[in-house]
């Protein structure tokens, strides 16, 4: 099959053949109709996680398609479903996956990153009856592929790790893929939202996609004190969708007394893991922090039926879609922060 293939890391990727996957006993081959070009992507390419990654590899954890053929042992999945593969899969054996939460798993199951994934025309995915997720027919795969990363992050952070209740005032920092995300969701929740970026394009996605407000926090000078006014007092919940010291700091600051935080952006090389927090204000505020990882897939009934209904719409945030040859040169370009929206391969 045909692969782009990441051999080197900040080198293009290379397109060449490379042998068709195999679906194992409990797995299952999808034939790759979209992926989306994920920030972690970047980040893995660019060797921000070292040691991460065993190259060469080929990247791709954004995947809806087509079952192509499954092991032995699968039963919920037969060859011609249409899927979507959520990245963060469990082995199905450990006590986080025995607890419903394999995005926890000790052993994860992610193609894209600890397997190979979507840049190619074929992805493996093991214990599919546990990884796989179907798609209903009124999701395009080029508008679900987000489903499988960034749209259901978003989804699991504000239902789950941090829930919005309606008429609260959410602010997103980060109006990248994952950022719009939670912009788009928060608003179907019922929310105020606020997003907050240094790029106007984005912000004006945002708006488009729901925002109530939008602050430039370049132009804002100190974007917390724009979003206390705003708010008149602070938001209910703050979401970092970046990962770099200000925007964790800022969202957190953004915040009014008991305010929820929940983290979803991962931080680049240059912080390594760690982003100082303003612990004494978190302390005097009874500010809640929490981390929010993909989503298990058994929870995605609510989200599928939400976009099913036309009540969410990922769709709406790709802005571009690409043949595979072209994936390696989105990659590349990511490292200027100016893409807008979803980038999505969509021709093998
Ligand atoms: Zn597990
Ligand atoms: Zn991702």
Not at 103 to 117: H, K, S
Not at 198 to 218: C, F, H, P, W, Y
Not at 277 to 297: A, F, R, T
Request: aromatic share 6%; with cysteine; glycine share 14%.
């Amino acid at each position: 099959m045909k692969a782009a293939v990441l051999e080197a890391y900040n080198q293009p990727l290379v397109i060449r053949n490379v042998p068709d996957p195999e679906p194992g006993r409990h797995g299952a081959v999808v034939k790759v109709e979209a992926n989306g070009i994920c920030r972690s992507d970047w980040h893995a390419w660019c060797e921000h996680w070292p040691g991460f990654l065993t190259l060469p590899h080929v990247l791709g954890h954004e995947i809806t398609g087509i079952v192509e053929s499954v092991g032995p042992e699968v039963t919920k999945f037969k060859p011609g479903q249409r899927v979507v593969v959520p990245f963060s899969g469990g082995d199905g054996h450990c006590v986080w996956c025995q607890a419903g939460l394999p995005n926890l798993c000790d052993n994860p199951v992610v193609p894209g990153f600890r397997t190979w994934g979507g840049f190619a025309e074929y992805a493996a995915v093991d214990k599919a009856d546990l990884n796989l997720v179907a798609l209903p027919e009124e999701v395009g795969f080029v508008a679900g592929a987000g489903m499988g990363c960034r749209f259901m992050t978003a989804f699991h952070a504000l239902t789950d790790r941090a829930p919005v209740r309606a008429g609260e005032w959410v602010v997103v920092y980060g109006c990248g893929g994952v950022g719009l995300s939670a912009v788009e969701i928060a608003h179907a929740l019922g929310a105020q939202v606020i997003g907050v970026d240094i790029d106007d394009a984005k912000l004006e996605l945002a708006r488009q996609i729901g925002a109530t407000a939008v602050v430039n926090s370049k132009a804002a000078g100190d974007p917390a004190e724009a979003i206390l006014d705003l708010t008149g007092g602070g938001a209910h919940l703050s979401v970092d969708a970046l990962g770099i010291a200000a925007t964790c700091r800022d969202a957190i600051r953004s915040l009014r007394k008991r305010g929820r935080h929940v983290q979803i952006g991962m931080t680049t090389g240059e912080q390594g893991g760690d982003l100082p927090v303003p612990i004494d204000h978190i302390i005097g505020n009874e500010i809640q922090l929490s981390g929010s990882k993909g989503m298990p897939p058994g929870h995605y009934d609510a989200m599928l039926r939400m976009v099913a209904s036309g009540k969410l719409d990922p769709g709406r945030l790709v802005s571009r879609t690409v043949p595979l040859e072209d994936a390696g040169g989105v990659l590349a370009s990511m490292g200027s922060f100016d893409t807008v929206g979803f980038t999505v391969i969509d021709r093998f």
